[in-house]
């Protein structure tokens, strides 16, 4: 019987394209998902297991709790990618914001991991719990404060489950900047943007596949980050 691998957010971009890649390794795939997209009815179609989460709510993170334990008995990996990207000048209300970047940041893959380690440790074999994070989490945003502050308490939260969770789980964390542009962004805002970074380029979203894989592959790594930003610090 194939592993199961959980991700959450699978819906496009980063999550679309690990869900992909893991199904075609011959992993069992579990994936939450916000919105109905197309990215969600061609997993759907292939055979992964789509799971329609809203991980803002204490009810939507627990209700995924409770379907994944139903569908299977041990998990090879929980790579948490939901994520919700709000702004200070989008919001009236600050104290609701940073709860919202709270709860889809940090409560959501906490409660996971507690509830989901006993899958993990029944795996036969080393598992892994991989969160995203992102390069604000160690710079911080003027623009971004609450969602900068909540990824850095999901990087704090890989320090605390791999040490709990070592040696039978590994926890790691991946900080990516610009992977890829969105829809939309004109000419001006690219230049700049590229500019951050020694790279200069947009790897898409096939850098953290790669990062997801070598973490899947390690039998050392825990307790660490993988930064994915072309050189921003040294910018």
């Known amino acids: 019987m194939s592993s199961t691998i959980v991700i959450t957010g699978a819906g496009q971009r980063i999550?679309?394209?690990l869900a992909n890649d893991l199904y075609q390794q011959g992993f069992q795939v579990i994936v939450s998902y916000r919105t109905e997209r197309e990215g969600?009815?061609?997993?759907?179609?292939?055979?992964?297991t789509c799971i329609q989460a809203d991980f803002s709510s204490q009810v939507g993170i627990e209700t995924f709790i409770a379907?994944?334990?139903?569908?299977v008995t041990n998990l090879r990996a929980i790579i948490h990618n939901a994520s919700d990207w709000a702004a200070e000048k989008n919001s009236h209300d600050f104290g609701a914001l940073m709860q919202q970047m709270m709860q889809v940041h940090v409560q959501?893959?906490?409660?996971?991991?507690?509830?989901?380690?006993?899958?993990?440790?029944?795996?036969?074999?080393?598992?892994?719990?991989?969160h995203f994070t992102d390069y604000v989490a160690e710079k911080g945003s003027q623009k971004h404060i609450a969602y900068a502050a909540s990824k850095a308490a999901l990087a704090n939260l890989t320090l605390s489950f791999s040490a709990k969770l070592a040696?039978?789980?590994?926890?790691?964390?991946?900080?990516?900047?610009?992977l890829m542009f969105n829809q939309g962004d004109d000419e001006a805002y690219k230049k700049k943007a590229l500019a951050k970074s020694l790279m200069g380029l947009t790897?898409?979203?096939?850098?953290a596949v790669a990062a997801v894989?070598?973490?899947?592959?390690?039998?050392?790594?825990?307790?660490?980050?993988i930064h994915l930003d072309g050189g921003r610090h040294l910018v």
């Open 15 to 17: 999550g679309l394209a």
């Open 40 to 48: 969600v009815r061609q997993l759907r179609s292939l055979g992964v």
């Open 67 to 71: 379907q994944v334990k139903q569908k």
């Open 108 to 130: 959501g893959p906490y409660q996971l991991n507690l509830a989901l380690a006993p899958l993990l440790q029944a795996n036969d074999g080393m598992a892994d719990i991989i």
């Open 167 to 178: 040696p039978k789980v590994k926890v790691n964390s991946i900080a990516p900047a610009l």
């Open 203 to 207: 790897p898409g979203e096939q850098e």
């Open 213 to 225: 894989t070598y973490l899947l592959q390690s039998q050392y790594i825990t307790g660490r980050t």
